[in-house]
């Protein structure tokens, strides 16, 4: 039993059926979109820490998206690169000089925030409606200054990105290869 909690805590009771370069691949790529200055411009996104920090778990989101329903093992997947995501976050946190007492509430507030944007954006991107995702998104990333046309852009973008990676094999992404559409040709889906 304790062994079982050994392993379970340092990682070991994880499958290890996908290689550590993959999600490793995936993250990389959805950060670098993430932070793409164009993005920024395009869509005038808030170019803050909580303005970033949506950026990416809207990115994740629409890597997920993409990823839910194949198989299990694309869902493992998934789960791993949003893993690498929270260490991210945590490592970031504590090289920021926020507390180890805080550093777990954080995480759990910032899972909560990522999973409540699946919520908001799923049926609206499934079903492509551009209006409902920009009041989600007005509500999520421009809630400080609501910005109907950026908001519709972003949409758009969304919408645009689902189309792209639904071009992408399964297997491509099991090989650690994403690519996102180019920012400013959300209109070409």
């Known amino acids: 039993m304790l062994n079982t909690i050994f392993n379970f805590l340092l990682g070991r009771g994880k499958s290890h059926s996908i290689p550590r370069h993959v999600p490793h691949a995936l993250y990389g790529a959805v950060v670098a979109q993430a932070r ?32 839910k329903g194949e198989d299990a093992k694309s869902h493992e997947l998934s789960q791993q690169v949003f893993d690498l995501f929270l260490d991210d976050m945590d490592r970031t946190m504590r090289e920021q000089g926020v507390g180890d007492v805080s550093v777990p509430k954080r995480l759990k507030k910032m899972s909560r925030a990522f999973y409540g944007r699946i919520g908001a ?5 499934d079903q492509e409606n551009a209006a409902e995702l920009a009041d989600s998104l007005n509500r999520n990333i421009y809630v400080k200054s609501p910005d109907e046309a950026a908001a519709t852009g972003l949409a758009n973008y969304m919408i645009a990105c689902k189309h792209h990676l639904s071009r992408i094999a399964r297997e491509a992404f099991m090989r650690g290869e994403l690519s996102w559409p180019n920012v400013g040709e959300e209109s070409a889906g």
Do not use: K, Q, W
């Open 36 to 67: 793409l200055p164009a993005l920024f411009e395009n869509h005038r996104l808030p170019d803050t820490y909580n303005g970033r920090f949506d950026v990416m778990l809207l990115h994740l989101f629409l890597l997920s998206h993409r990823l």
């Open 121 to 125: 954006y799923e049926a609206a991107l």
